[in-house]
């Protein structure tokens, strides 16, 4: 029997998208425009995909999905952050983002940055939530990896080579991988490890976990490269080709088209190898690792 | 015998120096534009008040000022990430902080957004570093007021209704104090309690604090406003009259300069009042306190 991803899926973004109502101030409150634009932006049609990876890293342990909640969305919130300042016009200058404007297009730059540094110390107010039902301990630790996945060991100085390396005609692969690993991977990764963690992983299956979480983390970001190439700009909800006009670090810029596709291929099969130790409870991980690579948005 | 708050700020000051030092990534580091920035912003002249209140609030209860450390340097790099972001040209676009030029000025908008960020989510991460000497439960109670006092119930959200204020002719008092409470006055307090809470104040004592932290704030905000119009541009290393040209919400625009003053004096007088239960031991707040009402710059 085939796992059941999409159902699997629609149940645990439903208990993301109540814990974040739940969680997100209110656009009645003050301050309004505030409020209104971080929702705008995290209420905008997101795949939710870092979330059910800490969802799913709880229960692969043997944890209660529940309690890793504040974690999910703290990490959606970062996430959401980092989308809003990238396509401010001083870093990508963005104008869609999901079929939607892009938040300093509806709201103006000056609530824009500041929407993004008011998820950003949200999220971290939300992982120190999770201590109600998790030892203050783990829930450290958590804090400082993600942390460390957001800076600038990750997706900030990510990002910022990543902008450093446009219209760089000798680019490597190690260049590509470092800058995606941190602008991409880091935080996926952590999401997955985080709820493994919060839910009291052994290292056996942190070191699994984070094996899986690196392979897929690389496997999505050449699934990101090559859709901006073939894909479709109405299913994507943004323009295609925008990385070759920007001359982006892309693997398909350094090792061509085939090579990225089959690298890609070799991660998700790296990944799902990882699991082994789990069993029958690796399903839900091993679908979203198919999902990951065959997605088209 | 008057308190020797100068031997006892030099002092604090330089092991808050060299521990951020320690804990910032060197400018030689991947990505060198990233630490550079952080850096040029981070050591360029602050007077590391809020790390002097969450030493002194160790100290006050009795705790080792060493253990809070991680916490001094965190609420610091919180303070610079606002400043950095404060300045960009889409907010109060100032070209001018502590007699440099702004970080947007020097790095660019991208670096300068990126570097804020990246200095917020190091504070997290450094606030996770006080478990090595304080019990875990209470490192994660000072993270939750950290963030809550950064995000849209704190700094952000103060600096979002300013920005909305500006030009209003309608201001009250109460919102005034609303934003500068957010504003200024939140991290303020939040530095100073929660280097007592990772010392283990009880509760009457976090209690006696915040008394103190929310007066002495407002007394430090009354005082900035009366600077921007009486100071001394040379000494503070910024134009003065931006308030009055930008229109801003200030405590002389909704009282008059007689009042304004005469509401820093109580304010400094309730919050020293509210000192009294801890003796001698109160006399680096009563002398902060007394400075932050008499400064320069």
Not at 138 to 156: D, F, K
Not at 175 to 195: E, M, N, P
Not at 266 to 274: F, I, L, M, Q, R
Request: hydrophobic letters at 40%.
């Amino acid at each position: 029997m085939t796992f059941d991803l999409a159902g699997y899926s629609i149940e645990r973004r439903r208990w993301v998208e109540e814990a974040l109502e739940h969680f997100i101030p209110p656009a009645s409150s003050e301050p309004h425009s505030l409020h209104q634009s971080v929702r705008y932006s995290l209420f905008c049609g997101g795949k939710r995909l870092r979330p059910l990876l800490t969802i799913a890293g709880a229960e692969i342990v043997g944890g209660n999905p529940q309690h890793v909640l504040p974690l999910a969305c703290a990490v959606e919130c970062i996430h959401t952050f980092s989308l809003i300042h990238d396509d401010l016009p001083a870093i990508d200058n963005d104008d869609l983002r999901r079929g939607h404007l892009t938040n300093h297009k509806v709201y103006g730059e000056a609530i824009a940055i500041l929407s993004g540094d008011a998820l950003l110390a949200l999220s971290f107010e939300l992982i120190g939530k999770c201590s109600l039902n998790v030892p203050a301990d783990r829930v450290i630790r958590v804090l400082q990896m993600i942390a460390h996945a957001t800076g600038t060991n990750g997706m900030v100085g990510g990002q910022v080579v990543d902008i450093e390396s446009e219209g760089k005609d000798d680019l490597d692969l190690e260049t590509v991988k470092w800058i995606h690993g941190r602008k991409t991977g880091a935080l996926l990764t952590a999401s997955l490890i985080g709820g493994a963690i919060l839910a009291g992983a052994n290292g056996e299956q942190e070191q699994a976990l984070t094996v899986y979480g690196e392979n897929i983390g690389l496997a999505f970001q050449i699934t990101d490269d090559l859709l901006d190439i073939y894909g479709d700009a109405a299913k994507l909800g943004k323009p295609v080709g925008s990385d070759l006009k920007n001359d982006k670090a892309t693997y398909p810029k350094v090792l061509g088209l085939e090579t990225s596709q089959r690298l890609a291929n070799e991660a998700h099969d790296t990944g799902v190898a990882a699991l082994s130790l789990f069993g029958d409870k690796a399903e839900p991980l091993k679908s979203l690792a198919k999902y990951i690579i065959g997605r088209e948005q």
